[in-house]
């Protein structure tokens, strides 16, 4: 005998459902208000409790048009690539960031975006970036020498590798010298970089900000950095023209990617918003993500031991070239593990142009969606002891449900456009660098500031050890 059918229980109203129109569970004000200088401080630790306690998708409770916080590997991946048409980057995110890159790659939509991304794509294909593999180690060089000097042997890592990567982008994309040369001084154009982002950010987290075009204090300090950055690329483009006048230059105006914007026919105010935005996004993120990894390997012996063995049987004592990147698998597992445990670019907005279903959850069109590679790539589902740093994930397993819930880079048509550059950069400039040498931790892991990318609070101080 079957037992008779129970009535299904009454559905528990949504305890959100005044708050937001999106139907799942989500914070309440109160508990947004109470979280508010904890995100203010550091943004991370709630993004993690929020994906943990609520799931895949989560709406805040906010006026106007909905925001979704979305964690689930297939929702991510339905807005990033498999439904990407119906995502632009009209988002707080991005509209700040335009500020300082005006309309390049990473901030426009539509016919503009697809032009350029055409036209500069030539710049980034795999084949073409040995010349990047010989600039990282010139920023290799850098950072060893101010390792090498440097009292008791220990550096601020952050700092000078900001510095190193700047310099890898002017000359690897640019044909110029952004640390030493004519352009602008290495020093002062980090600075700019930072003041305006600084300005950025804090337009991001606090929308109420005075609108753009009134004189605070904040707006007349991003005037001064949009004032730095865009006489650097007026130095590099007056250059360029100078040097294509008085006859065929070098790599020549068609390969680099200054080249390859001129010749597209972009006008001299696209070609500076297209800089500004490789310049930003090319060099910090790189930085970043060097800094953090050397800090996992300062505190993994044991992962620098795999890794001097690679080295010593692949390198043999000479300096890594780009026909090693692929046979060096170990450093590069390093450079993935990094990249998973401190994705630089920590959140990946979206505005919905459409309605949509993400992981069974409606989202309607207008809503602003947020994905995180950091919440992502702490998935426990996907990755067993998420906070391990753990290289054999990248050697040992198929990569499986991975693949997917790995975004350090986006995904889709929107993917990075230096991926490839920033991994041949990465592996090259840590093989150069532990060729030799070891590091080890000077002082406590830094707290993380999720800024527009991930920076190290207070720098990143690790002393460099002669191989025993
Ligand atoms: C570890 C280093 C890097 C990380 C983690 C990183 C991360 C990302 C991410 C997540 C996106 C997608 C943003 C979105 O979908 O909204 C992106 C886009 C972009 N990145 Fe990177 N990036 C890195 C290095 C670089 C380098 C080296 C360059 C240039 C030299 C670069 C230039 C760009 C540009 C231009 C875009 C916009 C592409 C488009 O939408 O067509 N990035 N990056």
């Not at 009535?7 to 129109?21: C, E, G, I, Q, W």
């Not at 310049?279 to 990894?293: C, D, K, M, Y």
Request: charged share 25%.
């Amino acid at each position: 005998m079957t037992a008779p059918a129970q009535p299904a229980p009454p559905a528990r109203p949504r305890r959100n459902a005044r708050f937001t129109p999106v139907e799942a569970e989500g914070p309440l004000p109160w508990h947004m208000l109470a979280a508010v200088p904890g995100i203010m401080r550091d943004a991370l630790p709630f993004l993690e409790r929020t994906a943990a306690r609520y799931g895949d998708v989560v709406p805040f409770p906010v006026r106007g048009r909905p925001a979704v916080l979305v964690n689930g590997v297939a929702g991510v991946r339905r807005v990033l690539q498999d439904n990407h048409r119906a995502y632009g980057k009209g988002t707080v995110q991005y509209t700040s960031l335009s500020l300082v890159t005006g309309a390049g790659l990473l901030t426009t939509d539509g016919e503009v975006w697809r032009a350029h991304r055409r036209a500069a794509q030539p710049a980034f294909h795999r084949d073409t970036l040995g010349h990047v593999a010989a600039e990282s180690l010139r920023a290799a060089d850098l950072v060893r020498v101010e390792w090498d000097t440097a009292p008791g042997r220990v550096v601020d890592v952050d700092d000078v590798v900001v510095r190193a990567t700047l310099a890898v982008v002017g000359r690897a994309l640019l044909g110029a010298d952004l640390v030493d040369g004519g352009a602008a001084d290495g020093h002062r154009l980090v600075a700019a970089v930072h003041e305006a982002l600084a300005v950025v950010v804090r337009r991001a987290q606090q929308p109420w900000t005075a609108p753009p075009g009134l004189p605070t204090p904040a707006a007349r300090r991003l005037e001064r950095a949009r004032r730095t950055l865009d006489d650097a690329c007026a130095t590099v483009l007056a250059d360029r023209r100078a040097a294509l006048a008085a006859g065929p230059h070098g790599r020549g105006p068609g390969h680099d990617v200054l080249g390859l914007l001129l010749a597209a026919g972009l006008t001299d105010g696209e070609i500076r918003d297209e800089l500004v935005t490789l310049v930003i996004a090319g060099h910090e993120t790189v930085a970043a993500s060097l800094a953090w990894t050397l800090r996992l390997l300062a505190e993994h012996p044991e992962v620098v031991a795999r890794v001097h063995a690679e080295l010593d049987t692949v390198l043999d004592g000479r300096r890594p070239g780009w026909e090693d990147v692929p046979r060096l698998p170990v450093v590069r597992a390093v450079v993935d593990e990094g990249l998973r445990l401190y994705p630089p670019a920590w959140v990946v907005t979206r505005r919905a142009l459409e309605d949509d279903v993400l992981d069974g959850v409606a989202v309607p069109a207008g809503s602003l969606v947020i994905t995180s590679p950091w919440v992502h790539h702490r998935r426990p589902d996907v990755w067993p002891d998420p906070e391990r740093f753990d290289v054999d994930r990248w050697l040992d397993r198929a990569p499986g449900a991975r693949r997917d819930a790995y975004i350090p880079f986006g995904a889709g048509p929107r993917l990075c456009i230096g991926r490839d550059f920033a991994l041949v950069e990465s592996v090259v400039v840590l093989a150069d660098l532990l060729r030799d040498r070891s590091v080890a931790p000077a002082g406590p892991r830094p707290a993380v500031v999720p800024s527009v990318t991930l920076r190290p609070r207070g720098g990143m101080h690790l002393a460099a050890r002669p191989r025993r």
